[in-house]
């Protein structure tokens, strides 16, 4: 096998998106299966908190990036191996801008009532999240978030239902992009031994990084577009199909 390291996505690609999603049994023998054949690891913007049970059923060993791309971890004993922090005397600019648009706020994966006092929230922080913003309003927070110097603004899906998205704000060097070229250099292996497979527009970066590129089934147009193979969806073990029928092809 030429390929040395997996990056995958969480929710979308392993797990339902939402906060109590779960690899199915399917996936989680399909990883264990891999362990110690090749190394696994997963690129999210989840915290800690919320992808801790993820991590402990599939048994990962190798380094993860979490918060959107402003931290890497040690998914064992959750130590931080490198982070990037919002650029300085921004979280309360942040936090007024959001608070227009949303009604909670996650700040270092804890999650905050945005007409808190300012004096509650935390002064430094590696992202900040802006929860269930309106469709029809993210433009306009987009917009006034990104003339701050220095961030990174991304759009996902959120886990509110209805018409809604969420704001990821991470510092300019915290993408996903960024934080997965640092971890194939903790990995050591080279970017042309790496797969990713994602499924979201936040997904993008990861393909940037990586030698061969998997879309789900279920993932965005523009990710199908760049993808080197297609898989099946998340509802039908798109990953696990390709483990086990594809990986030992390429």
């Known amino acids: 096998m030429k390929y040395k390291a997996i990056i995958f996505d969480l929710d979308g690609t392993v797990v339902p998106s939402r906060p109590e999603g779960m690899p199915s049994e399917e996936v989680i023998e399909s990883v264990h299966k891999l362990q110690g054949k090749i190394k ?8 800690i908190y919320t992808c801790r049970d993820i991590e402990k059923v599939l048994g ?3 380094p993860c990036v979490i918060n959107g791309g402003s931290q890497i971890v040690n998914p064992k004993t959750e130590e931080v191996l490198w982070e990037q922090d919002l650029p300085d005397n921004v979280i309360e600019q942040l936090i007024n801008i959001s608070s227009e648009f949303s009604e909670k706020l996650i700040i270092n994966g804890i999650i905050f ?3 808190a006092h300012i004096s509650e929230f935390p002064k430094i922080a590696n992202i900040l999240c802006a929860l269930g913003v309106r469709k029809d309003n993210t433009d ?3 917009e006034k978030l990104t003339k701050i110097p220095d961030l990174a603004v991304h759009i996902l899906p959120s886990w509110i239902e209805g018409d809604y998205w969420d704001i990821h704000i991470t510092h300019k060097l915290a993408t996903k992009k960024y934080a997965i070229e640092k971890l194939i250099e903790i990995l050591g292996v080279k970017k042309e031994e790496v797969i990713g497979i994602g499924d979201g527009n936040n ?6 990084s990586v030698g061969y590129k998997v879309a789900m089934g ?3 147009d523009v990710l199908k ?22 990986l030992p092809t390429i």
């Open 218 to 220: 279920n993932a965005v």
């Open 203 to 208: 997904d993008m970066p990861l393909f940037e």
């Open 113 to 115: 009532e945005s007409k």
């Open 60 to 62: 990962l060993t190798d």
């Open 225 to 246: 577009n760049a993808a080197d193979y297609i898989t099946d969806t998340l509802e039908n073990n798109g990953f696990v199909k390709f483990i086990e029928e594809k």
């Open 140 to 142: 306009f927070l987009v």
């Open 40 to 47: 696994l690891s997963f690129a999210t913007g989840r915290s």
